[in-house]
């Protein structure tokens, strides 16, 4: 799958943000889908999850409760609703896709495709 993020750009502290990730296969609804991000000298970190049906979602303890993640199938895309942002927000943000039906699904390993990434970056 090719993936291709989108969305990201110049916000103040407490702002928000809506990441897009269009995916270019049509099994988009059977792949299971992430957000990762990477700030400036440090690993590549897992944001939020969503399973193939968008039944199930989780996040990383850090954006709890301020980012939202959702998939529209028909369109083959998923979506990072992002909200409250923090200066440590900044980084290159990442969408990926597995067809893993076991593990946490919260590192990099169990992702196969890997979008560009697009940058959101936050200033205080």
């Known amino acids: 799958a090719q993936l291709q993020a989108s969305g990201g750009g110049l916000v103040q502290a407490g702002g928000s943000l809506r990441l897009s990730c269009a995916a270019s296969?049509?099994?988009?609804?059977?792949?299971?889908m992430g957000w990762f991000r990477q700030a400036p000298g440090k690993e590549r970190m897992f944001v939020a999850g969503?399973?193939?049906?968008?039944?199930?979602?989780y996040y990383a303890d850090s954006v709890k409760g301020r980012f939202t993640i959702s998939r529209d199938n028909a369109k083959s895309t998923v979506y990072l609703q992002m909200d409250s942002l923090k200066p440590e927000d900044t980084a290159v943000y990442y969408c990926?896709?597995?067809?893993?039906?076991?593990?946490?699904?919260?590192?990099?390993?169990?992702?196969?495709?890997w979008g560009r990434g697009t940058l959101v970056t936050v200033s205080s």
């Open positions: 990926a896709a597995t067809h893993r039906t076991y593990g946490s699904r919260r590192s990099v390993d169990e992702y196969d495709y």
């Open positions: 296969r049509r099994t988009f609804s059977s792949y299971h």
């Open positions: 969503i399973s193939w049906s968008g039944g199930t979602t």
